[in-house]
T-cell receptor, first 116, second 111 residues
Framework: GAGVSQSPSNKVTEKGKDVELRCDPI?????LYWYRQSLGQGLEFLIY????????KSGLPSDRFSAERTGGSVSTLTIQRTQQEDSAVYLCASSPLGRGGSYEQYFGPGTRLTVT | RKEVEQDPGPFNVPEGATVAFNCTYSNSASQSFFWYRQDCRKEPKLLMS???SGNEDGRFTAQLNRASQYISLLIRDSKLSDSATYLC????????????FGGGTRVLVKP
């Protein structure tokens, strides 16, 4: 079946501009996660949505970052007034969560963001 | 101390050899354990879940040692295509449904 998809695959933007990154999770998965990964570094948790619960925003690095998930499916991560240190790969993952004890996450291919 | 620690490597492995590496976790309340692999400039992909009794998937064997708080991954008959970074992943009960990722162990299989 279809996996997690993300768009765009690459985004180059100028410092100070806003960007929107999109994630389409696997159909039926109740949980959606955003991470970012800088070159050669580990995964950094950003935000997590589960069903209709309030999102866990504990990983967002600043108030320039926000995310929403509409209709329990598609999610958009928005970065306002981008800075060069925002350059990274932004990864989205979804999880069936708890059904039969399944907590594993499935990742999309990521969006490579470059801020010039 | 990091919640999930891994030897970053690289582990240089001759093709056909066996390689094994561990991952330690600090929180004894950890409940679920996984190994992911990540190829260069690609997304992480689930390799296998790790069960309490240990489990095997083809050439890959995962073990969990709750007493010493580590999990291990063993790769037998290494293939060139096994070259990747292997991420140790833990679900900590207090963190709800979030997973905690280790920094990864890089494995290079050479002819």
């Amino acid at each position: 079946g279809a996996g997690v998809s993300q768009s765009p695959s690459n985004k180059v933007t100028e410092k100070g501009k806003d960007v929107e990154l999109r994630c389409d999770p696997i159909s039926g998965h109740t949980a959606l996660y955003w991470y970012r990964q800088s070159l050669g570094q580990g995964l950094e948790f950003l935000i997590y949505f589960q069903g209709n619960s309030a999102p866990d925003k504990s990983g967002l690095p600043s108030d320039r970052f926000s995310a929403e998930r509409t209709g329990g499916s598609v999610s958009t991560l928005t970065i306002q007034r981008t800075q060069q240190e925002d350059s990274a790969v932004y990864l989205c993952a979804s999880s069936p969560l708890g059904r039969g004890g399944s907590y594993e996450q499935y990742f999309g291919p990521g969006t490579r963001l470059t801020v010039t | 101390r990091k919640e999930v620690e891994q030897d970053p490597g690289p582990f240089n492995v001759p093709e056909g050899a066996t390689v094994a590496f561990n991952c330690t976790y600090s929180n004894s309340a950890s409940q679920s354990f996984f190994w992911y692999r990540q190829d260069c400039r690609k997304e992480p992909k689930l390799l296998m879940s790790v069960y309490s009794s240990g489990n095997e998937d083809g050439r890959f064997t995962a073990q969990l040692n709750r007493a010493s708080q580590y999990i291990s991954l063993l790769i037998r008959d290494s293939k060139l295509s096994d070259s990747a970074t292997y991420l140790c992943v833990v679900r900590i009960k207090a963190a709800g449904n979030k997973l905690t990722f280790g920094g990864g162990t890089r494995v290079l299989v050479k002819p």
